[in-house]
């Protein structure tokens, strides 16, 4: 009966929080980050005195499409952070404001050069959460990694 009552009650308390907190969902593609056809780039979620925004995987691929960095991680990321940070700003966010990330590499030995480039990006005071994963494939051959993030922005910054 007790876990009855807390699924109830859980289950009453995400819908209050959703009807009364989350006020709008943005979606939204930046004319300066290649755009895939099929899915948003980001989306952004009212969270009253702050917006959670929520980035589809980024690809070392510029704006033209044009991958970035052939057999090289380190470029690579700078690339991806470069996205990431073109995205957040048109939030009125930057890299410090992201929260989590995940993040598939097809190579994990290659982490210290990931994390080399993240660094320059992040709230080192206050890291994001993160998950690393090794895949054995990315949607290219010649793309060695994809980073998704999260990032809450408050309003009036």
């Not at 959703?18 to 290649?34: A, P, R």
């Not at 700003?89 to 890299?95: L, P, Q, R, V």
Request: net charge neutral.
């Amino acid at each position: 009966m007790k876990k009855i009552a807390v699924l109830v009650f859980t289950s009453m308390f995400l819908f209050s929080f959703s009807q009364n907190t989350m006020n709008s969902i943005e979606y939204k593609n930046s004319d300066k980050v290649f755009s895939i056809k099929g899915l948003s780039q980001s989306v952004s979620i009212d969270c009253g005195a702050s917006n959670m925004i929520l980035l589809s995987g980024q690809v070392p691929l510029d704006e033209k499409g044009n991958l970035v960095g052939i057999d090289n991680l380190e470029k690579q990321t700078e690339q991806i952070f470069k996205n990431i940070e073109i995205i957040l700003k048109e939030y009125g966010g930057t890299g410090k404001d992201i929260v989590k990330l995940g993040i598939f590499i097809t190579d994990i030995s290659k982490t210290p050069d990931f994390r080399k480039v993240r660094d320059l990006h992040i709230n080192l005071q206050n890291p994001p959460v993160s998950s690393l994963v090794e895949v054995s494939k990315l949607f290219r051959d010649d793309v060695l990694i994809e980073v998704e993030a999260t990032a809450v922005i408050k309003k009036n910054k």
